[in-house]
């Protein structure tokens, strides 16, 4: 049996503008996906897609070597319903297959599952550690593989297989990356926030490409900006970092701040990572903090440690 894993993500610095070429600082998390290939004799791949709770959310079946659609079964219709599920499956494979011709091509099949081990509504890289994944058993570049599929900057890609801190600077199917050392000394007193909502990357991205105009002093300021977070050695001026970049991204892409949105009576500060509008937010507080956001409805709340490697 062949075992593969890929770490989670999420961006802290340089979201859209990392579309564009700005630096931006990522952190991979404790937690990710897994993805083992056991051969079979019949000429078919036969995929199972399991929560972080072992439920069987996913299992579709396919010829081979075509990929023809046999059967598929589907939990939930959050995601658009088991045809849209199959069909985009389907249409990876497919391109797995053309990056690499030989990929799954011996006359054997493959029983495939795949385990989440987070919930896969958080927005942690559900579909970068399936990229990454695939990509390293079929021996792709899983950069290459990302930009004929999802698409997006790369950057989830990145953190999928590097266990530290990273910069990252968009290049093609050749990214910039370099290991960090971002490991705050007030890390005690940062927490991420789970809006209860999956965002949708793609419109926003859209959003972006819509409205972004000429950014040539945005991506410096965003590119400063990733540094300075690195160097902070103070909360006080890790907050006022946090705010300036959140002024940036606002005006971009004329959306309010998650801090005016939502937590205008918050003691500390917030800042939204990657896609404004779900997913987690990043926020300074205290032992308070937890309590102040349940109140508001909010009942996911992890310490910093706890969820980044």
């Not at 939502?262 to 500390?268: I, Q």
Request: with cysteine; hydrophobic share 35%; proline share 4%.
């Amino acid at each position: 049996m062949e075992e593969y894993y890929s770490n989670g993500k999420l961006l802290l610095t340089g979201e859209y503008f990392v579309l564009d070429g700005a630096k931006a600082l990522a952190v991979p998390t404790t937690c990710g996906q897994n993805l083992t290939v056991e051969s079979i004799q019949e000429p078919q791949l036969i995929w199972n897609s399991f929560t972080n709770t072992g439920e069987c959310w996913l299992e579709i079946i396919f010829d081979l070597p075509k990929f023809r659609l046999v059967s598929a079964t589907f939990e939930t219709n959050n995601d658009g319903g088991k045809d849209v599920i199959a069909e985009k499956l389907k249409e990876i494979l497919l391109e797995v297959k053309k990056l690499n011709p030989s990929f799954l091509n011996s006359g054997e099949g493959a029983l495939v599952k795949t385990k989440l081990t987070f919930p896969k509504n958080w927005g942690l890289g559900t579909s970068s550690t399936l990229i990454n994944n695939l990509a390293n058993w079929a021996k792709l570049n899983p950069y290459e593989l990302l930009e004929n599929t999802f698409g997006g900057s790369g950057y989830d890609i990145a953190c999928a297989h590097y266990n530290t801190p990273i910069l990252y600077t968009r290049n093609g199917i050749k990214p910039i990356v370099e290991k960090v050392n971002f490991n705050p000394l007030f890390k005690d007193q940062l927490y991420f926030v789970y809006l209860n909502k999956k965002q949708n990357s793609r419109e926003g991205i859209q959003r972006f490409k819509t409205l972004k105009g000429n950014l040539t002093s945005e991506l410096i300021q965003i590119s400063e900006l990733t540094d300075a977070f690195i160097k902070c050695d103070n909360l006080n001026n890790f907050e006022k970092l946090m705010v300036e970049h959140e002024q940036i991204v606002s005006k971009t892409i004329q959306l309010k701040t998650v801090q005016e949105l939502l937590f205008a009576d918050y003691f500390g500060q917030t800042k939204s990572l990657g896609a404004w509008g779900g997913d987690f937010i990043l926020a300074t507080g205290n032992e308070d903090t937890p309590d102040y956001f349940k109140q508001k409805g909010f009942e996911t709340v992890i310490p910093y440690q706890d969820l980044i490697l």
